[in-house]
């Protein structure tokens, strides 16, 4: 091979590495913005939620002051009692998922795990 082409064919290898290199690093960073914007949104207090709906109710039904405080704390005990429960649920998968464990085979068991890596990737993070 001719000493010009070699260095053509190296300076475009050269460049699509570097272009996949940084699609991956792009896709990496996109990847992570996501999920901090994700973990932001569950774990910011839905304060802001609740205000706007208690405003939402108050307009749309005329609550009265002291209506508009008890719907507050209606919906502050609600969320409260939904957590609790997302976490008793979480527990119950995790039971679950040990036994089924317990009864697949090493091999059977690595698939089992990927499966689960990619269904819990595909529900997001808990809050």
Not at 50 to 69: G, H, I, N
């Amino acid at each position: 091979m001719q000493p010009e082409r070699k260095k053509a064919t190296f300076f475009v290898a050269l460049i699509f590495l570097c272009g996949a290199l940084t699609g991956a690093v792009a896709t990496n960073l996109w990847v992570k913005a996501q999920t901090s914007v994700r973990a932001a949104r569950a774990d910011a207090p839905s304060a802001s939620r609740r205000v706007r709906s208690v405003e939402w109710f108050t307009q749309q039904l005329d609550l009265s002051p002291d209506q508009a405080s008890q719907l507050t704390q209606i919906l502050d005990e609600t969320r409260t009692t939904f957590r609790a429960k997302e976490e008793e649920i979480g527990s119950i998968r995790e039971q679950a998922r040990n036994r089924i464990r317990a009864i697949l085979t090493e091999e059977q068991r690595v698939k089992y795990e990927e499966m689960l890596a990619r269904q819990d990737r595909k529900r997001g993070p808990r809050r």
